[in-house]
């Protein structure tokens, strides 16, 4: 099963790295850029059964390894 | 509108990051993982009337500043 998770850093939480994209996009030239925000994005694939046992993997995974749950939210689709 | 722009580098280029988060969840405890590629993930607000006009515009962005054209390839999701 192929699994696809998106970290990004919760709305609370300052994204320095967004509001310079954000800058560079304004410096080139692109005014209607109201905001920027970087995540992280995983293609997993994964040797699980069903669809609910990857999703399970995959945010298991995601938890421990691929994002920092202080400060970073994530979102799971799946897909075969 | 909203956009969404998922940078991957190309099946063709290898990526080592993926490959040593692999390799760390295989230590972790998790041989069932077989494959993962990292990318990029913006979420971007724009100022834009239509949606198609939101993804012309993301698209312009993608290839101008958020992916290297070269070895990435990109895909949007435009949402209101």
Do not use: C, W
Not at 9 to 14: R, T
Not at 22 to 51: I, M, N, S
Not at 55 to 65: G, H
């Amino acid at each position: 099963m192929h699994a696809r998770v998106f970290v990004t850093l919760k709305p609370s939480v300052f994204d320095p790295q967004g509001k310079t994209i954000q800058e560079a996009l304004h410096t080139l030239g692109y005014p209607g850029v109201q905001d920027v925000r970087q995540g992280k994005y995983f293609e997993l694939d994964l040797d699980a059964p069903t669809a609910e046992a990857a999703r399970a993997l995959a945010a298991e995974l995601a938890d421990k390894l691929l994002a920092n749950p202080v400060i970073e939210s994530y979102r799971i689709e799946v897909t075969d």
